[in-house]
């Protein structure tokens, strides 16, 4: 339904409407006994498929993702234009069920996703309103049936075991489901399945943080350096909370894990000059002047080119202070 009345409207704000209502099923679903939401799949037809890949953007206990044929060739800058959306998120298994039209621009979409899962039953002889159940039941009414609507008909059939045997075999964790999964096409003039199997997962910002925190910080370094091996794009971390977890470790009294986190903002976003302003005030704190005044200076050199500080001069003007500062400083201390 749409945000506003029942009619969806086909946009962000609509596609967010529908997400809501899913959370919304979720949250009720809880709330019963007989109800397992530790083993939770969301699917969707047309909009809705669309709608339930965003859940699980955004829901980490969303286990498995069902779209048939679900808009994503037709609508993927809706969903791009919502707040959650990140192709780095889909990281439990998906099935895509679609049809032959739409198949070239759901691949297209896939390249992006890398860590997981993904099927895609690309079926012949159906067409995009044929996926929903109403002309399944439609065919069970009529009188007879020629032969492209049996083919139909077959296709349905086989629609509805892969959903069933997807499910079962994630959130049921069935041998059965599994091993069907595996298997070829069972009816080539109608199905074409392709599989795309996952990078391994990279840990989460909270699970790498853990890391650091609770282990050491060479532990957490090699797997980032085994992340950015695979996956040279993919950032573990936001720029802001790396560097309070780095002021979080100076207070600790780790002062060189506070600084080795903090150049690890640097090693990940170096073309950010507020990455070596913040290896600078820890320099700064523990009166290392030689290394405060070489980062500030880098900071200073780096925020000087951007746009944003030109027309604010207040930062520039900080970094002019602190530099004079610690030359002060320095040449106090070779008196």
């Known amino acids: 339904v749409g945000i506003y009345d029942h009619k969806t409207i086909v946009n962000a704000v609509g596609l967010e409407a529908e997400a809501r209502d899913m959370e919304f099923?979720?949250?009720?679903a809880s709330q019963f006994p007989e109800a397992d939401v530790s083993r939770l799949g969301t699917m969707g037809w047309s909009w809705g498929g669309l709608s339930a890949m965003l859940v699980q953007m955004r829901n980490?206990?969303?286990?498995?993702?069902?779209?048939?044929?679900?808009?994503?060739?037709?609508?993927?800058?809706k969903i791009r234009q919502t707040a959650f959306f990140d192709t780095n998120k889909i990281r439990v298994p998906h099935m895509f069920i679609s049809t032959r039209r739409n198949i070239p621009r759901v691949n297209e979409f896939l390249e992006a996703v890398k860590y997981a899962d993904v099927s895609v039953l690309d079926f012949d002889e159906i067409t995009h309103s044929e996926l929903s159940s109403y002309n399944f039941i439609a065919r069970n009414f009529a009188a007879s049936l020629d032969e492209s609507e049996k083919k139909k008909q077959k296709a349905y059939e086989l629609i509805s075991n892969y959903a069933l045997q997807f499910f079962n075999a994630i959130l049921k964790n069935d041998v059965y489901a599994k091993n069907f999964l595996k298997q070829n096409s069972p009816a080539k003039d109608l199905l074409s399945i392709t599989r795309k199997e996952s990078l391994p997962l990279p840990p989460t910002q909270v699970e790498f943080f853990a890391i650091i925190t609770d282990k050491d910080f060479e532990t957490a370094y090699k797997i980032y350096q085994e992340v950015k091996k695979r996956d040279a794009e993919y950032q573990i971390f936001e720029p802001f909370e790396i560097t309070v977890l780095a002021d979080g470790l100076f207070k600790a009294g780790r002062e060189e894990d506070a600084i080795k986190v903090a150049k690890l903002r640097i090693d990940a976003y170096p073309n950010d000059y507020l990455s070596y302003e913040w290896v600078a005030n820890i320099y700064y704190k523990m009166k290392d002047w030689q290394n405060a005044l070489e980062y500030f200076s880098m900071a200073y050199g780096m925020a000087f080119k951007e746009k944003r500080t030109l027309e604010n001069l207040s930062e520039l003007e900080f970094y002019q202070k602190r530099i004079a500062t610690v030359k002060d400083e320095q040449k106090k201390g070779a008196k």
């Open 25 to 28: 099923l979720i949250a009720q």
């Open 60 to 77: 980490p206990n969303v286990d498995a993702v069902l779209s048939l044929d679900g808009s994503i060739a037709m609508h993927e800058d």
